[in-house]
Structure formats: C-alpha cells, structure tokens
T-cell receptor, first 111, second 116 residues
Framework: DTGVSQDPRHKITKRGQNVTFRCDPISEHNRLYWYRQTLGQGPEFLTYFQNEAQLEKSRLLSDRFSAERPKGSFSTLEIQRTEQGDSAMYLC?????????FGPGTRLTVL | AQSVSQHNHHVILSEAASLELGCNYSYGGTVNLFWYVQYPGQHLQLLLKYFSGDPLVKGIKGFEAEFIKSKFSFNLRKPSVQWSDTAEYFCAASEPRTSGTYKYIFGTGTRLKVLA
C-alpha cells in the first residue's frame, strides 16, 4: 500500500499522560499536514511541513502539542499532559501538488 | 477571515434522486477548490478538484462540481445517487502561500444518506 499511513489507529489514554502519533506520507511527497477532526466538524488545520521545515502552526496547537519531521519523511505529533478536550481524530495528509491525500487517522480518547 | 461554508448538514435522498450539495467560500484571490468524501469507516478521499480553466469539473463516481466565481460557490452535483453514495462530503479550499505551500480550510461536512 503506497498511501499515507498512520500509527496507531486508536489510542486510549488517561488524562495527564503523553501520547505520540506517527505519520508516514506517500514517499515522494514533500508536504505533510496534520489536522484534528471532531464529531460533526471538518478537519481543522494544525500544522504543516515542507520537507523537514515546519512552516506554519495553527493557534489550535497549544504549547502541549509538538510536531516534528526530522528527515523530511515521516512525522510525529506529540501531545503532552493530555486533556479530555484533546479527544479527537488526528489526521495526516501529504501532497506534492495542491491535492492532498489523507491517511486513515488516529482516534484519540482521553479518559 | 477565510472560511468554507456547507449549508446542508444532513441530506436524505432516495436512490436515483438528483443531488446538489452547496459550498461557499470566502477568499479574495486565487483559490483551489476540492470535494472530499468519507465513506463509513474509511479515510477522506478526493472526489474532484478545481484549479483553473473549465469551471465545470468532473470527478470520480459520476460526481461533478461547478465553480461560480461571482457567487463564491463550488456546488457538488450528481444526477442520480446510489445507496453506495451514503457518506460524508467535505468541501475544502486552499490558497497558495508565498512559501509555495498551501493552507486548506474545510467546511463542516454534509452527511448524505441514500435510501435503497
């Protein structure tokens, strides 16, 4: 499968714990995006990378969130000291052109 | 502020009925427009896109959309829906940034249910 992959697909954690998600984009795509989606809403932009450079972060991305793309390939999104409000689907997308291709998402549940 | 609006949150149709889902955007300059579909339990998939040229674009599975610049609209249409079109549909807009990348804004989605 040469699409965007995300790991894990589901994560249940207790409030206050740290979690890390991984995204593997389509191999030749230099742009990588993270979104958050809650029930009844469309994906909300969190941050994006061009190669290894993080070019923009949304105001939604509090100091507890950090994203990296160390070698311009896969990316990680870490949430520290999780809160119940962080419960959502976290989506990754990659692109080479204006069209984005999405991964299956990681569903986070914070108890 | 840049935004994308989808006014129909839930739509229920019978098979063979015609479909039109509304999408309006607020961008001042050059904009790329997209429709994505999310079938139950699956990830977002690109249905169709508009960058420039012919304002009537055709996508997969018999869907089409028309870009009307004067109305800031990009409505999705299908002449005859099937039960398998039951899904959530998202309109999205992006504008090119000076960095060469694109920032996307999504609408809140329209949940379509097609009755067999």
């Amino acid at each position: 499968d040469t699409g965007v992959s995300q790991d894990p697909r589901h994560k249940i954690t207790k409030r206050g714990q740290n979690v890390t998600f991984r995204c593997d984009p389509i191999s030749e795509h230099n742009r990588l995006y993270w979104y958050r989606q809650t029930l009844g809403q469309g994906p909300e932009f969190l941050t994006y990378f061009q190669n290894e450079a993080q070019l923009e972060k949304s105001r939604l991305l509090s100091d507890r969130f950090s994203a990296e793309r160390p070698k311009g390939s896969f990316s990680t999104l870490e949430i520290q000291r999780t809160e119940q409000g962080d419960s959502a689907m976290y989506l990754c997308a990659s692109s080479l052109s204006p069209s984005q291709f999405f991964g299956p998402g990681t569903r986070l549940t914070v108890l | 502020a840049q935004s994308v609006s989808q006014h129909n949150h839930h739509v229920i149709l019978s098979e063979a009925a015609s479909l039109e889902l509304g999408c309006n955007y607020s961008y001042g300059g050059t904009v790329n427009l997209f429709w994505y579909v999310q079938y139950p339990g699956q990830h977002l998939q690109l249905l169709l896109k508009y960058f420039s040229g012919d304002p009537l674009v055709k996508g997969i599975k018999g869907f089409e959309a028309e870009f009307i610049k004067s109305k800031f609209s990009f409505n999705l249409r299908k002449p005859s829906v099937q039960w398998s079109d039951t899904a959530e549909y998202f309109c999205a807009a992006s504008e090119p940034r000076t960095s060469g990348t694109y920032k996307y804004i999504f609408g809140t989605g329209t949940r379509l249910k097609v009755l067999a």
